[in-house]
């Protein structure tokens, strides 16, 4: 599967923003999805993650009651909805799939996107 995100931005503290990841082909209903984050200087860290039939999600501690993973199956999309931001959230953030299951780590995704850049000023 192909994926591409988008949907990143300048945003003030305390504002809101909602990534989206669009996937190409068929099988998407086929596999869990993630949301990952990098900033500079620092590793890629699990943000939130989602079950093929988005019944179970998982999120980061640091994000937990603020941000809000989605998704359409018939729209092929992931959604990251993220309210309440800081400065700490300014990252790169990544889509991910994963025919394993909603892991944490970057190894158990098969796929990624390309990045959406966010920041969040103070």
């Known amino acids: 599967v192909q994926l591409q995100a988008s949907g990143g931005g300048l945003v003030q503290a305390g504002g809101s923003l909602r990534l989206s990841c669009a996937a190409s082909g068929r099988t998407f209903s086929s596999y869990s999805m993630g949301w990952f984050r990098q900033a500079p200087g620092k590793e890629r860290e699990f943000v939130a993650a989602?079950?093929?039939?988005?019944?179970?999600?998982n999120y980061a501690d640091s994000v937990k009651g603020r941000f809000t993973i989605s998704r359409d199956n018939a729209k092929n999309t992931v959604y990251l909805q993220m309210n309440s931001l800081k400065p700490e959230d300014t990252a790169v953030y990544y889509c991910a799939a994963s025919l394993r299951g909603m892991g944490v780590v970057r190894t158990q995704y098969d796929s990624w996107g390309q990045g959406t850049q966010v920041t969040v000023s103070s």
């Open positions: 989602i079950s093929w039939s988005g019944g179970r999600t």
